[in-house]
T-cell receptor, first 113, second 113 residues
Framework: GIQVEQSPPDLILQEGANSTLRCNFS?????LQWFHQNPWGQLINLFY???GTKQNGRLSATTVATERYSLLYISSSQTTDSGVYFC???????????????FGQGTILTVHP | GAVVSQHPSRVICKSGTSVKIECRSL??????MFWYRQFPKQSLMLMAT?????????EQGVEKDKFLINHASLTLSTLTVTSAHPEDSSFYIC?????????FGPGTRLTVL
C-alpha cells in the first residue's frame, strides 16, 4: 500500500499566526482528504482534494498530484484550531474511488491565546 | 448532510464479555463502511471494510473471529468485540462512503477492565 508522511509532527503557534502543513505520498493517489480531529476524537472533514486548490474560510488546501504532495494552509489561527490534522489518501482501482484510505501520522497543532 | 453516528460513545466492560458498536449513516445510504482503531496519540488504522450484504474484508493481522462485523442494511454496520480483553481497549471509529468521500462517526471509546 501507499505510505503517507506528514510534517511537521508537532506545531505550536500563537493565535493569529499562519501555518502550512504538508502531506507526502509514496505513490499517486486519486483520492485525498484532510481531516481535523477535535479533542473529543471526532474527525471533521476539511477538504476532499485529489488535485488543485480549494478554500474554505481561513483554511485552504493545494494538492499537486504529479508531485505526490498536498498542503494545508491555516491563516489567522485560533485556539479552536488546536487538535490533530490528518491527511489520508487512497488509490482507486479501475476508475472507481473505492479502496482503503491510508492515514498519515498526523500533525498536532496547539494554538496559544 | 453526510452525518454518521455511532453508539455507544463510551463503554466500559469486564474482561471476557462481548461489546457491540453500531455505526449508522443518518442521511445517506452507504454500500461500504469502514472500521478503524486508534490508540492514544497514534493515527487511525483500518481494521476492516464492511460491505452491505456480503462478508467484511479484514486487514492483515485483524482477527475476524474476534471482531465480528455485520452490514445488514445500507445504513447500519455493527462491530462486535467478542470476549474482550484489556488489550482491546481503544478508540473505535467507523466511516461511511458517499461518492469519493469518507465521513466519520464520532467514535466509541472502549475500556475493558
Amino acid at each position: 500500500g501507499i505510505q503517507v508522511e506528514q510534517s511537521p509532527p508537532d506545531l505550536i503557534l500563537q493565535e493569529g499566526a499562519n501555518s502550512t502543513l504538508r502531506c507526502n505520498f509514496s505513490d499517486s493517489v486519486n483520492n485525498l482528504q484532510w481531516f481535523h480531529q477535535n479533542p473529543w476524537g471526532q474527525l471533521i472533514n476539511l477538504f476532499y482534494i485529489p488535485s488543485g486548490t480549494k478554500q474554505n474560510g481561513r483554511l485552504s488546501a493545494t494538492t499537486v498530484a504529479t508531485e505526490r504532495y498536498s498542503l494545508l494552509y491555516i491563516s489567522s489561527s485560533q485556539t479552536t484550531d488546536s487538535g490533530v490534522y490528518f491527511c489520508a489518501g487512497r488509490r482507486g482501482a479501475g476508475g472507481t474511488s473505492y479502496g482503503k484510505l491510508t492515514f498519515g501520522q498526523g500533525t498536532i497543532l496547539t494554538v496559544h491565546p | 448532510g453526510a452525518v454518521v453516528s455511532q453508539h455507544p460513545s463510551r463503554v466500559i466492560c469486564k474482561s471476557g464479555t462481548s461489546v457491540k458498536i453500531e455505526c449508522r449513516s443518518l442521511d445517506f445510504q452507504a454500500t461500504t463502511m469502514f472500521w478503524y482503531r486508534q490508540f492514544p496519540k497514534q493515527s487511525l488504522m483500518l481494521m476492516a471494510t464492511s460491505n452491505e450484504g456480503s462478508k467484511a474484508t479484514y486487514e492483515q493481522g485483524v482477527e475476524k473471529d474476534k471482531f465480528l462485523i455485520n452490514h445488514a442494511s445500507l445504513t447500519l454496520s455493527t462491530l462486535t468485540v467478542t470476549s474482550a480483553h484489556p488489550e482491546d481497549s481503544s478508540f473505535y471509529i467507523c466511516s461511511a462512503q458517499l461518492g469519493g468521500t469518507q465521513y466519520f462517526g464520532p467514535g466509541t471509546r472502549l475500556t475493558v477492565l
